[in-house]
Antibody
Framework: QVQLVQSGAEVKQPGASVKVSCKAS????????MHWVRQAPGQRLEWMGW????????KYSQKFQGRLTITRDASATTAYMELSTLRSEDTAIYYC???????????WGKGTTVTVSS | DIQMTQSPSTLSASVGDRVTITCRAS??????LAWYQQKPGEAPKLLIY???SLESGVPSRFSGSGSGTEFTLTISSLQPDDFATFYC?????????FGQGTKVEIK
């Protein structure tokens, strides 16, 4: 079955970087783009960025420009989200989500909790 | 960026009630709108895409309508499993944004 399995919870100090992985299975990885969405405690879902898993093109929300890097390893059917210069406001659950060709997100990972604390 | 505004933010309803949630876009998005349901501690689940198309496996009591800037999600008869937070999400020119969410609570 189609599945996105994310890496485990992370605790980071302010100023550090975090890299979260999202392993896809059950479908052809390069046929579907992948999004990263985060949710701070009690807050709305927030779109972070997107990668075309076929050609590795990316698009980032302006809010995260310069701090966010989304990559993929097609041979490992895995997408990655790296956020640098972490601050306490980056404490959130980070989700990967597969994009259907009609631009909505049809399959979601279970989320990775990232806690930024000194 | 296109802003999405949902109303109400919280809704109290009883099992069997008809429930309607509204989502407004700051500019026209034609019908590039999806609705998701999120329960505490879980990832969002897709309910509706392209404003009115029901995702496979989603009960028919859920329906969506609208185009341009105003959209609605309707639950025809609220069931115990439906108490959750619902989000609209738009797509436009390789940018996606979500509404602030509507929490449906038990009355």
């Amino acid at each position: 079955q189609v599945q996105l399995v994310q890496s485990g919870a992370e605790v980071k100090q302010p100023g550090a970087s975090v890299k979260v992985s999202c392993k896809a299975s059950g479908y052809t990885f390069t046929d579907y783009a992948m999004h990263w969405v985060r949710q701070a405690p009690g807050q709305r879902l927030e779109w972070m960025g997107w990668i075309n898993t076929g050609n590795a093109n990316t698009k980032y929300s302006q809010k995260f420009q310069g701090r966010l890097t989304i990559t993929r390893d097609a041979s490992a059917t895995t997408a990655y989200m790296e956020l640098s210069t972490l601050r306490s406001e980056d404490t959130a659950i980070y989700y990967c989500a597969r994009q259907h060709f009609l631009y909505y997100m049809d399959v979601w990972g279970k989320g990775t909790t990232v806690t930024v604390s000194s | 960026d296109i802003q999405m505004t949902q109303s109400p933010s919280t809704l109290s309803a009883s099992v069997g009630d008809r429930v309607t949630i509204t989502c407004r876009a700051s500019q026209s998005i034609t019908n590039w709108l999806a609705w998701y349901q999120q329960k505490p501690g879980e990832a969002p689940k897709l309910l509706i895409y392209m404003a009115s198309s029901l995702e496979s496996g989603v009960p028919s009591r859920f329906s969506g309508s609208g185009s341009g800037t105003e959209f609605t999600l309707t639950i025809s008869s609220l069931q115990p499993d439906d108490f959750a937070t619902f989000y609209c999400q738009q797509y436009n020119s390789y940018s996606w944004t979500f509404g602030q969410g509507t929490k449906v609570e038990i009355k």
